[in-house]
């Protein structure tokens, strides 16, 4: 299988931090630098156009949308208790049952058992009743490289990554071995092979001390060769994981767990090395969360970057915190791929809705490549 090859392509790659790009972005941190170059950062909601090498003729033209965090659990409101877990999608009037792919970030243990890992503040289980709920609504991918997968132990993690395939939720950057976590979802949508594959640069072990300063990402939260775990953001892993996609299908579309918990609005110098560093392997779209705000969305060497993507089935907040948007990326027969953020808003808890008017999109059939 295409996902064996790959995934053996980079069970030797090291865990030590490697050198990223020639790049710097507009940065908060100033622990974090880089080499001194000029980036661009458009308004949040315009639309880009970037290339690829030119298609086939009888790719189709497909819709591909990806969300930031989703949480589905009363654990910090009671909205699913008394209205149930179909008001988490309705406000998407069935747009991700219309397009083509479907990537969302699933920031909760979708399993029963484990117990509580750690001390930290917040720990969120997803109820698996949830799961067929999530599927009908159109997704396609749980992401799972994030600081709440694990959250009720590595046991419950792997039960987690069990029920989502169980449900048709095909989940990326976890798993009970580094092989298995940086495994990719690869599809085949309207003449186009694309692969799906995640990554986390925080560790859910606790809120203080602050995250991983730096790339080297080495703590019990990640997995190692023979461990359970998230697939960790260190630079050497991740361009290697994706270089070895790049030679294998026609799109690489990372997701990125992240950055700042609340604390800014732009991506710092270490988050933008690390989008840099993908695009440079090869990554097509690269989809970042975890700022619980909604960032901009940049164009490096012609490639979109959704910097964050804020919350989105989540507590109604302040204004900030419930801003958020949809992904959208268009891939046309003729090679050009387009990024777009489309606005939403949490409107009560639980219940994103769509305040722009999504790309009608087409449905071509969808079948996993096994």
């Known amino acids: 299988m295409r996902w064996r090859a790959i995934a053996a392509l980079v069970l030797c790659a090291s865990c030590a931090p490697a050198a990223s790009g020639d790049t710097s972005p507009p940065a908060t941190s100033p622990a974090a630098t880089a080499p001194p170059e000029t980036t661009t950062t458009i308004d949040l909601f315009a639309t880009t156009t970037t290339t690829s090498p030119p298609a086939s003729p009888w790719?189709?033209?497909?819709?591909?949308?990806?969300?930031?965090?989703?949480?589905?659990?009363?654990?910090?409101?009671?909205?699913?208790?008394?209205?149930?877990?179909?008001?988490?999608?309705?406000?998407?009037?069935?747009?991700?049952?219309r397009d083509a792919l479907t990537i969302g970030n699933l920031e909760c243990a979708a399993a029963d058992g484990g117990r509580v890992l750690s001390d930290k503040p917040n720990s969120f289980r997803c109820d698996i009743s949830a799961l067929p709920v999530l599927r009908a609504s159109g997704l396609d991918v749980a992401v799972m490289a994030n600081n709440h997968s694990a959250d009720f132990g590595f046991e419950a993690l792997l039960q987690a990554r069990d029920n989502l395939e169980a449900a048709g939720l095909h989940p990326v950057g976890a798993g009970?071995?580094?092989?298995?976590?940086?495994?990719?979802?690869?599809?085949?949508?309207?003449?186009?092979?694309?692969?799906?594959?995640?990554?986390?640069?925080?560790?859910?072990?606790?809120?203080?001390?602050?995250?991983?300063?730096?790339?080297?990402?080495?703590?019990?939260?990640?997995?190692?060769?023979?461990?359970?775990g998230i697939a960790p953001a260190r630079f050497e892993l991740m361009t290697e994981v994706v270089s070895a996609l790049?030679?294998?299908?026609?799109?690489?579309i990372v997701s990125l767990h992240q950055g700042e918990y609340n604390e800014t609005h732009i991506p710092t110098a270490l988050e933008v090395q690390r989008g840099h560093a993908?695009?440079?392997?090869?990554?097509?779209?690269?989809?970042?969360?975890?700022?619980?705000?909604?960032?901009?969305l940049e164009v490096y060497r012609d490639r979109p970057i959704f910097w964050g993507m804020g919350n989105f089935v989540w507590a109604r907040l302040d204004t900030d915190r419930s801003t958020t948007a949809l992904a959208e990326i268009v891939l046309s027969?003729?090679?050009?791929?387009t990024g777009r953020l489309v606005p939403a808003v949490i409107e009560s808890d639980g219940h994103p809705v769509l305040r722009g008017s999504p790309d009608p999109g087409t449905a071509p059939e969808r079948h996993m490549i096994d």
């Not at 790049?246 to 690489?252: G, W």
């Open 278 to 296: 993908l695009v440079d392997a090869g990554a097509d779209i690269v989809i970042a969360h975890h700022h619980h705000r909604l960032l901009p």
């Open 333 to 337: 027969p003729d090679g050009t791929v």
């Open 246 to 252: 790049d030679a294998e299908v026609d799109i690489v």
């Open 59 to 97: 790719r189709e033209r497909i819709v591909i949308y990806g969300v930031g965090d989703i949480a589905l659990c009363n654990c910090f409101h009671h909205a699913f208790a008394q209205s149930g877990y179909e008001i988490a999608f309705s406000g998407m009037n069935g747009l991700f049952t």
């Open 176 to 228: 009970a071995d580094l092989a298995e976590a940086v495994r990719p979802a690869v599809f085949e949508r309207g003449g186009w092979t694309i692969a799906v594959v995640a990554f986390s640069g925080v560790t859910g072990l606790t809120y203080t001390p602050a995250y991983p300063p730096g790339p080297a990402l080495v703590n019990p939260w990640f997995a190692e060769a023979d461990t359970p």
